[in-house]
Nanobody, 124 residues
Framework: QVQLVESGGGLVQAGGSLRLSCAASGRTFSSYAMGWFRQAPGKEREFVAYISWSGARTSYADSVKGRFTISRDNAKNTVRLQMNSLKPEDTAVYYC?????????????????WGQGTQVTVSS
């Protein structure tokens, strides 16, 4: 089992940057691929980024490609999301999640464990 705790959210002006962190507990963290999702009020949870267990493979939603970077440090049981050139439409609660290994990586149903989320607000 993996427990996940996100941090690093906050209020930032458009064009600014934030770095989200997700701290994982559990000795099996390094065996899980990880993802970041976000959910804005009144909208469905949407895929943001994915990273394989080794960090060798990543993928991004088109809306964040070139602006966001996902990374992980298995020695520190941490996955991060560096967010640059933020836009007001990036405003949402951001969640990290551990991928089950089944299903599409861009779909929330493919993830077994979720953090509680961290709020990101981008002002215009």
């Amino acid at each position: 089992q993996v427990q996940l705790v996100e941090s690093g959210g906050g209020l930032v002006q458009a064009g600014g940057s934030l770095r989200l962190s997700c701290a994982a507990s559990g000795r099996t963290f390094s065996s899980y691929a990880m993802g970041w999702f976000r959910q804005a009020p009144g909208k469905e949870r949407e895929f943001v980024a994915y990273i394989s267990w080794s960090g060798a493979r990543t993928s991004y939603a088109d809306s964040v490609k070139g602006r966001f970077t996902i990374s992980r440090d298995n020695a520190k049981n941490t996955v991060r999301l560096q967010m640059n050139s933020l836009k007001p439409e990036d405003t949402a609660v951001y969640y990290c999640a551990a991928y089950s290994g089944r299903g599409v990586v861009a779909h929330p149903g493919g993830y077994d464990y979720w953090g509680q989320g961290t709020q990101v607000t981008v002002s215009s």
